[in-house]
C-alpha cells in the first residue's frame, strides 16, 4: 500500500475532485438492514484503529449481532447495543483504538438521550475510546460526513450515519415492529445507500478522517501500518474490484482552513457530461447551481433524461419548511423549460405509506457511480463539510465498470418498482426512457414510483425560498434577508428566463 498523506494537503487533483485511489475491492450497501449488520462485521474484524466519523451518532441504537441476536441455535457473546459494543471492544482487542467524531449539535440531543450521556461515562476509563464533539465550522454550519474507517484498510462513505431511525429493511413495508428507535417510538419507512471501499482507496479517506480530526482538536493519529487482515466483512462479494475511486468534498472556510467546493464543481462536471440519462436519489433539490446545470441540459435540442427518486416531504418542519418551497420554485422553473418530457420527479411509496428517501446517489449513463454525505441543496455545496466517492468509466482501467453501475441502477428501480431483480434488463429493453418504464410498472404492486409534482404558493416561505434565507450559500449569508438577484433566479440565468416566460403567460392567460 502506497504511503497516503494525512489529508492536511488540501490541494485538489483536479477541478472537483480531491483525490484517486485504487480499491481492491468496493460494494454498494443499500439500506439499514445490510448495514448496520455487515458493519458490526467489519469492527469485529479490527485490529488497530476505528475511526467513526458522522452527522450523528447514537449510542443507545442496537446493531444487527450480539446477545439479543440469535443464529442456529445459541448466542453471541458480545452486545448489539452500540454502547455496550464499543466497550466490549476495547475489553476484548488489546490493541485497537476507536475514534468516534460527531457533530456539536449533539451536544443539545443529551438532554433526549440520556442512556447516551451514561455510555460517555462508561467509556471514560477506557483510554483507547476517544469520543469528540466536531465544533471546527462555522456557526449554522454542520459537520455532515458519513465516514467509517478500519485499519486503514476498510472504509465506508455514504448516507448513513450510525443512528437511530436510519434501520429498515428493502421491502420498506408500511408497518415493521422491528423499526423503532431507542424510545420503542415508530417510524416510517427509510431508504439509504453506502459504499464499502478497500484499499488505497480507504488509506485515502483514513487521511480525510485524521484530517477532520485534528481540525476537530483531537490529537494526530499515526499511520498505520499495511501488515492487517482486511476488515472486509467474511463472505461479502464485491460489486467492482481492481478499480479506481474518486473522492470529492466540501467544507467551509473556518479560521485559517479554506473553502473547497469540490462538491459542487462534480456534480456541475458530470450533469454536463450525460449524454443519455442522470439518475439520481437524493433527499433535496434546491441547489441553484445544479438546477441551473440541469436547466442547460434541459433546453438543449436533445438533453438527457433526468430522473429523481424522492423524499415526500424533508425529515422534519424547519427542514420542510426551508427546503419544499424552493424545491417547488426550482420544479416549476425546470418544467417550463422541459419541452421533451425529459425530467421526472418519483415519491417512492409501499401501498399508501411514502418511504423516505436519505440516499445521496447518483448515476450518469451507467459509466458514473457516485455516493456520499451530499445533498443536492446549497448547504452541501458550501456550508456543510461532505465526502462523495465515485467511480467513472472514463478513467483508465475502469471501463469494466459499466455492467456493475448498471446492475446497481437496475437493483435500485426493483425495490422501487416491486418487481424481481433478475427481470429487470428485460423490462429496461422493452421501454426508451426511464420514465416510460416507470410509468408502465404503475402502483400495482405494494412498492411503486409515484409522479412527484410539488405546487408552488405564494406564502412568505416561497418568498424567503426565493431569497435563499434558509438554504444559502456562503456561512455568512445564513438568515440574511439578501435580493431576490442574488437568490434562487439570478438575472440572466436560464433559471430566471424560464420563470419570466411562466410569469408572462399567467399574466396573459
Known amino acids: 500500500m502506497p504511503d497516503i498523506d494525512d489529508g492536511l494537503d488540501d490541494n485538489s487533483v483536479e477541478p472537483g475532485v480531491w483525490r484517486y485511489a485504487r480499491a481492491r475491492r468496493v460494494r454498494v450497501v443499500v439500506d439499514g438492514e445490510d448495514y448496520f449488520d455487515l458493519i458490526q462485521q467489519a469492527m469485529l474484524n479490527a485490529q488497530q484503529r476505528i475511526l467513526l466519523i458522522g452527522w450523528d451518532f447514537d449510542t443507545r441504537i442496537h446493531l444487527s449481532r450480539g446477545r439479543r441476536w440469535w443464529q ?31 457533530w456539536s449539535y449533539g451536544v443539545f440531543q443529551f ?214 418551497p424552493a424545491r417547488a420554485r426550482l420544479y416549476e422553473a425546470l418544467q417550463e423549460l422541459d419541452c421533451l418530457d425529459r425530467f421526472h420527479l418519483f415519491v417512492p411509496y409501499n401501498e399508501d405509506t411514502p418511504i423516505y428517501v436519505h440516499a445521496k446517489l447518483m448515476i450518469v449513463d451507467d459509466r458514473i457511480l457516485r455516493i456520499g454525505s451530499a445533498n443536492m441543496n446549497n448547504r452541501s455545496m458550501g456550508l456543510d463539510s461532505e465526502c462523495d466517492v465515485f467511480i467513472d468509466c472514463a478513467r483508465k482501467g475502469n471501463a469494466k465498470a459499466e455492467e456493475g453501475i448498471r446492475a446497481l441502477r437496475y437493483a435500485l428501480l426493483a425495490e422501487h418498482l416491486g418487481v424481481r431483480e433478475e427481470n429487470m434488463p428485460e423490462i429496461a429493453a422493452r421501454h426508451d426512457s426511464m420514465a416510460s418504464l416507470i410509468a408502465a410498472a404503475g402502483d400495482s404492486t405494494h412498492r411503486h414510483l409515484r409522479p412527484f409534482h410539488p405546487t408552488v404558493d405564494e406564502s412568505l416561505l416561497s418568498a424567503l425560498a426565493d431569497r435563499q434565507l434558509f438554504d444559502p450559500e456562503e456561512p455568512e449569508h445564513l438568515f440574511t434577508v439578501r435580493e431576490p438577484r442574488h437568490g434562487l433566479f439570478r438575472p440572466g440565468s436560464v433559471l430566471a428566463k424560464a420563470r419570466n416566460a411562466l410569469s408572462r403567460k399567467r399574466r396573459f392567460s
Not at 72 to 99: A, H, M, T
Not at 143 to 160: E, L
Open 111 to 324: 438532554f433526549s438521550r440520556g442512556a447516551m450521556m451514561l455510555d460517555l461515562l462508561r467509556w471514560w476509563p477506557h483510554r483507547r475510546i476517544d469520543f469528540k464533539f466536531d465544533t471546527a465550522h462555522p456557526v449554522a454550519c454542520s459537520h455532515h460526513q458519513k465516514i467509517v474507517v478500519i485499519d486503514c484498510d476498510f472504509a465506508v462513505c455514504g448516507g448513513i450515519d450510525l443512528t437511530t431511525g436510519r434501520w429498515d429493511t428493502r421491502e420498506h413495508r408500511p408497518k415493521d415492529s422491528r423499526r423503532r428507535g431507542p424510545s420503542k417510538r415508530p417510524y416510517g419507512p427509510w431508504h439509504d445507500v453506502a459504499m464499502f471501499v478497500e484499499g488505497d482507496a480507504a488509506a485515502a479517506l483514513d487521511g480525510l478522517g485524521r484530517s477532520r480530526w485534528i481540525q476537530a482538536g483531537g490529537k494526530a493519529l499515526p499511520v498505520l501500518g499495511s501488515n492487517v487482515q482486511s476488515a472486509w466483512p467474511e463472505g461479502l462479494s464485491a460489486d467492482f474490484e481492481d478499480i479506481e475511486v474518486g473522492i470529492s468534498r466540501t467544507r467551509a472556510a473556518y479560521g485559517e482552513v479554506p473553502k473547497i467546493d469540490e462538491v459542487e464543481q462534480l456534480f456541475l462536471d458530470q450533469i454536463a457530461a450525460a449524454k443519455l440519462f442522470v439518475y439520481v436519489e437524493n433527499q433535496f433539490l434546491t441547489s441553484r447551481t445544479i438546477c441551473e446545470a440541469i436547466a442547460k441540459r434541459l433546453a438543449e435540442d436533445n438533453p438527457p433524461e433526468f430522473v429523481f427518486v424522492m423524499p415526500l416531504e424533508a425529515e422534519s418542519w424547519l427542514e420542510n419548511s426551508a427546503m419544499s
Open 72 to 102: 442456529k441455535g445459541w448466542r453471541r457473546n458480545y452486545p448489539s447495543r452500540l454502547g455496550s459494543f464499543i466497550v466490549w471492544l476495547s475489553r476484548n482487542r488489546p490493541n485497537l483504538e476507536i475514534r468516534i467524531l460527531k
